[in-house]
């Protein structure tokens, strides 16, 4: 058994038999091939929860002092993360965000799924944001399966101001694959623009939150 298979299996039974979460959909993962999670934000443990719960492994992002931190604590969350599959990155720079997406494109590219949240950064009030283009540049870029996903609850695992989970029942939906046109790196700014929004149509169907026209911001102190 692989690292990866150890931890998702583990990983996977604690988040059922401590959240008892309600979980529908999984058929519409592709079973082969290359494909992009698209999900909505609510909390630091989605990553977690969404790669447990797949069937198939999916590469998310990972704030780069996960894999930096010294000490056994350190030690502990570079082998969880690496395990899972995480991607370490840096926040901030146009260009980081930019080169965080060719490595997602290469990911996709070997034929593996990968994660992403249109959002950009976490709902901290609920509500579903203006999708950023970025997730419609990857889905013309690679011309996979899109496949949305709307978490409900999610917040409530650890609530605000406080250090520690709390095991509460939450919702993963997972919808039909959305599909677009293979245009490659260089394609129309409304074509991008037009599948993003696509996309978060389909997260706000499996979510139901509010939908909020402007972009989500990260508080300016996490910035």
């Given at each position: 058994?692989?690292?990866?298979d ?16 309600t979980?529908?959909?999984l ?8 494909f ?30 996960y ?18 599959r ?13 080169a ?5 494109l290469?990911?996709?590219?070997k034929?593996?799924?990968v994660?992403?949240y249109?959002?950009g ?16 540049w990857l889905?013309l870029a690679?011309?996979?399966p899109?496949?949305?996903?709307g978490?409900?609850g999610?917040?409530r695992?650890?609530?605000?101001g ?5 095991p509460?029942?939450f ?5 039909e ?7 490659g ?8 623009r ?7 149509n ?19 102190a996490?910035?």
């Open positions: 058994m692989t690292a990866y150890l931890t998702h299996v583990t990983v996977r039974a604690a988040i059922k038999g401590l959240c008892r979460p979980i529908t959909g058929e519409n993962v592709p079973a082969e091939g290359p992009i999670v698209a999900s909505n934000h609510l909390s630091f443990l989605d990553s977690v929860i969404i790669q447990a719960i797949m069937p198939r492994p999916v590469s998310f992002f990972a704030k780069a002092e894999f930096t931190t010294p000490g056994i604590k350190g030690r502990a969350m570079k082998a969880f993360f690496t395990a899972v995480s991607i370490p990155v840096e926040r901030g720079e146009q260009a980081e965000a930019v965080a997406l060719r490595t997602l290469g990911i996709l590219e034929g593996d799924g994660g992403i249109p959002e950064t976490r709902s901290r009030d609920g509500r579903l944001y203006r999708g950023r283009t970025g997730v419609g889905a690679a011309g996979v899109v496949v949305p996903v978490l409900i999610t917040e695992l650890q609530p605000a406080r250090n520690w989970i709390v509460r029942h919702e993963m939906r997972v919808g694959p959305l599909r677009f046109e293979h245009l790196e260089r394609h129309p700014l409304p074509k991008r037009q599948a993003t929004d696509e996309i978060m389909a997260i706000a169907s499996l979510s139901g939150q509010e939908r909020v026209a402007t972009y989500n911001e990260r508080p300016a996490a910035i």
